[in-house]
């Protein structure tokens, strides 16, 4: 059997080497709006190259980047705007201006790229989550139930016959709320960068940390409020704001309303050792977002033995923290309030969930991601269907074979 090439139930599988996979994305790592999913579709990409592939990454235009350029084995290609990358790419796409290409990776962050549309080749659809309360809260009025119209009714149909990849199971069973039917998801977890190494040791005053883009459903809001009401039985209380967005100049303006002052501090953008500093000295990290396919800050955060107080209802939340064991989930803003102030009290209770933070931050590698999401596309490529079912031990990766995590159905 030649390397990069899997047996299944039905023969063997394509191999991989010299294919060429497209990924259509609206953002890469290197825009200033980019984020955690960013951070996973290069990973996924950077997997693929590694064994034998030819990538493409093709995303909106943004000043922090040439319009075209090759990195790490990886083809960027950067066309449109925020809204006008979606017919660029398709346009790119149909045209074979990113030449011949055997496989898609539409990466659907509420709105896909509408590929079906313009090839027959294989497409595997990416999502990290689905936007159901996010459209109302980012756009209004008609463009709100457009989108999650789109979303919710038109993308299922669309990529009725192609296969899937969630981030979590939470994802997974949004996906089959939304329609998507048969054993064609398969769940591809991130991993967690290696620790980036920094001066040891917790702050000698209480600090809890927000770390991501800014924007209005990370609801850091909510960091801001439960941090200004325990900061009398916490003196000295700190806030630190890491990222930036277009939401920035709202939250500057929020806290200066509220008096925080002091207490709380924006970091704004930062390089990879000062975020790293950052979650070393937290004693807790908070994580009031709306919604998370997985939250790859969790894991950054853990790995510096800082636990997390997230939202239960975000989702990804319940598998990347056990709860009551790496970190807390909560329900309400109150009960964030009251789960921080707790913690900050209980330097036991903390310490434990540090150590669990720690471990947990281990249990997923972008080794494993990267071999789950290679095995993916190996199956598209050849037409078959991979499903995943739920793992034994949560911390485990869903990267198995038939029987014991994946299961295999040829189209």
């Given at each position: ?309 997230a939202y239960r209802s975000a989702g990804g939340t319940r598998e990347s923290i056990e709860d009551g064991r ?86």
């Amino acid at each position: 059997m030649r390397e990069g090439q899997t047996e299944d139930p039905g023969g063997p599988l394509e191999p991989l080497a010299g294919k060429h996979v497209a990924f259509l994305s609206w953002r890469d790592t290197r825009n200033p709006e980019g984020g955690g999913a960013e951070r996973y579709l290069e990973k996924m990409a950077a997997g693929l190259v590694a064994r034998g592939c030819r990538v493409t990454i093709f995303c909106a235009a943004h000043a922090a980047a040439p319009p075209e350029e090759v990195v790490d084995g990886i083809t960027f290609v950067r066309r449109g705007s925020k809204m006008s990358v979606y017919p660029a790419g398709l346009r790119a796409l149909a045209s074979g201006r990113l030449g011949e290409v055997d496989l898609v990776v539409d990466v659907q962050n509420g709105m896909p790229f509408l590929s079906r549309l313009v090839t027959r080749r294989p497409v595997v659809v990416l999502v990290h989550h689905v936007h159901r309360e996010q459209w109302p809260v980012v756009y209004s009025g008609a463009t709100a139930k457009v989108g999650w119209w789109v979303e919710r009714r038109f993308a299922p149909w669309l990529y009725r016959r192609c296969q899937y990849v969630a981030v979590s199971r939470a994802t997974r069973a949004e996906l089959r709320e939304l329609g998507v039917r048969g054993p064609r998801i398969a769940v591809v977890h991130n991993g967690t960068d290696p620790v980036v190494p920094v001066d040891p040791g917790k702050s000698a005053i209480p600090v809890v940390a927000v770390v991501g883009r800014l924007v209005p459903h990370k609801q850091v809001e909510h960091a801001i409020d439960a941090v200004l009401a325990l900061r009398d039985r916490h003196p000295g209380l700190r806030l630190h704001v890491v990222g930036g967005g277009w939401w920035e100049a709202e939250l500057h303006e929020y806290a200066r309303s509220r008096g925080a002052g002091a207490s709380v501090v924006f970091e704004g953008h930062v390089d990879e050792e000062r975020k790293h500093e950052v979650y070393e000295r937290a004693w807790l990290l908070a994580l009031p977002s709306l919604k998370e396919g997985w939250g790859l800050v969790i894991g950054e955060a853990g790995m510096h033995a800082t636990p997390t107080v997230a939202y239960r209802s975000a989702g990804g939340t319940r598998e990347s923290i056990e709860d009551g064991r790496s970190g807390v989930l909560v329900d309400t803003p109150e009960q964030l309030t009251e789960t921080i102030g707790r913690l900050l009290d209980d330097d036991e209770e903390r310490g434990r969930l540090a150590d669990g933070a720690r471990r947990m931050s281990h249990a997923y590698t972008w080794d494993q991601a990267q071999h789950s999401f290679a095995l993916v596309v190996q199956a598209a490529l050849s037409r078959v269907h991979v499903d995943s079912q739920d793992p034994a031990d949560p911390q485990e990766l869903v990267s198995k074979r038939r029987g014991t995590g994946w299961w295999w159905r040829r189209r």
